[in-house]
């Protein structure tokens, strides 16, 4: 059974709607409104805020322990600063990023119905967009997985009793196997949130920004057709020339006014994607390097690859 461009298409944005929705962000629905689950992940990054001032306080102030900064900064300045831009920025800008979703369903539907060069284009579109989102998935999973296993290898195989990230609770004392066992139920509890939502907020992204390059070709056939025909002689073939000529002008506004609202949507979160991984990435290797964070390892493969992914795609977008 051959499924159709626009089915597939769908059928992506729909698991970025499900996650979305887990998160309680799922702006991409028309009726969307704030609701419990919103609020449960605003009040999970502040508290995650809270326990991170708390946890500078009791390291540096305290203890005297400088390098409890650094770790505060890798998953602070890095992961948390933009989990909360990016909620910010699915709440304020739900109207564009509706306007995108459908202005590519509409070039999906109309678009597969032409002959097979547009429908090569669509496949690409569909093709790069479905490897971005199971390269996401992985890498979403291997931080959650991963950064808790390197805690739990450590406590059962050395006995090492050492928190996943510098974020301590008030009035919990970690050093204690009941407190270290909470401590790290919560941390757990909040990265995997936190996993979940950066995977869903990263396809809001990454959904809209490849699907240039599917505009970019669908205008490459329409030129192609309409050298076709400027290729003929006959006064009907001016004709046809000229419709299609305006037909390519009007797909190219069309395409510009796609790249505005992308660029109006997305420049913040850019910016600050951009920054905070690469504040993440110094501070982690800093923490690796001086071994006061065994976990970092793992965090920093995370960013490394999530700087890759987005700077390869807007390289793409750029050539394009």
Not at 42 to 50: D, E, N
Request: charged fraction near 15%; aromatic fraction near 14%.
């Amino acid at each position: 059974m051959t499924h159709r461009q626009s089915d597939r298409f769908k059928a992506i944005v729909r698991i970025t709607k499900i996650c979305a929705d887990i998160c309680g962000a799922n702006v991409l629905e028309h009726d969307y409104r704030i609701n419990v689950r919103t609020v449960l992940v605003f009040v999970i990054i502040i508290l995650t805020f809270v326990f991170m001032s708390y946890t500078i306080y009791d390291g540096f102030f305290v203890q005297g322990d400088w390098k409890i900064i650094l770790q505060v900064l890798s998953i602070g300045a890095g992961t948390l600063v933009q989990g909360f831009v990016k909620l910010l920025n699915c709440i304020q800008q739900q109207e564009n990023f509706r306007f995108l979703i459908g202005e590519l369903y509409d070039i999906y539907e109309e678009y597969e119905l032409k002959h097979t060069g547009y429908q090569r284009h669509l496949n690409k579109g569909i093709h790069l967009l479905s490897y971005i989102m199971k390269l996401c998935a992985f890498i979403a999973v291997l931080l959650v997985i991963g950064m808790a296993a390197v805690t739990v290898v450590r406590s059962l195989v050395f006995d090492v009793n050492q928190v996943i990230v510098q974020c301590l609770i008030p009035g919990v004392d970690h050093t204690t196997p009941r407190g270290f066992f909470l401590t790290c139920i919560v941390q757990i509890s909040f990265i995997a949130v936190g996993g979940f939502g950066f995977y869903a907020g990263d396809m809001a992204f990454f959904t809209p920004i490849t699907q240039i390059v599917t505009f970019q070709g669908i205008l490459r056939c329409k030129m192609f057709d309409l050298n076709e025909v400027l290729e003929k002689d006959g006064e009907e073939n001016v004709k046809k020339s000229t419709e299609m000529l305006k037909e390519v002008i009007k797909f190219h506004q069309r395409y510009m006014v796609f790249l505005t609202v992308t660029q109006d949507t997305y420049f913040l979160v850019i910016l600050v994607q951009i920054a905070t991984y690469s504040t993440g990435i110094i501070c982690t290797i800093f923490c690796v390097l001086l071994g006061a964070w065994p976990g970092g390892y793992v965090y920093m493969i995370y960013c490394f690859v999530m700087m890759y992914v987005y700077c390869g795609v807007g390289t793409l977008v750029e050539v394009t």
